[in-house]
């Protein structure tokens, strides 16, 4: 982009005007559509995330049935110095 030093008060209205030309044309022709590419992904992950709150919750209630036995397990293996293996007699 060009700029100019000129401080003559027409001319730097001029490229005032230039310039907000030029931004108009490049917000219209190249901001607006990707921002609106933007807003069609944002909407459908948005969608998307709705459809999968339901099976997150189902799946955090599944889940936590593992916590007391993980539980164990860690108690049972520190105890064991993590010789969990079957003896093979």
Do not use: C, W
Not at 3 to 28: C, G, P, V
Not at 35 to 60: C, G, H, N, S, W
């Amino acid at each position: 982009m060009k700029t100019t030093f000129n401080f003559d008060l027409d001319s730097m209205r001029k490229r005032f005007h230039e310039l907000a030309a030029e931004r108009q044309r490049i917000e219209e022709e190249d901001v607006l559509p990707a921002r609106a590419k933007a807003d069609e992904v944002v909407a459908k992950i948005q969608e998307m995330e709705a459809e999968l709150k339901p099976f997150e919750a189902d799946y955090r209630e599944k889940r936590e049935q593992l916590v007391p036995i993980d539980r164990e397990m860690a108690v049972i293996s520190r105890a064991l110095k993590g010789e969990t293996a079957l003896s093979t007699e």
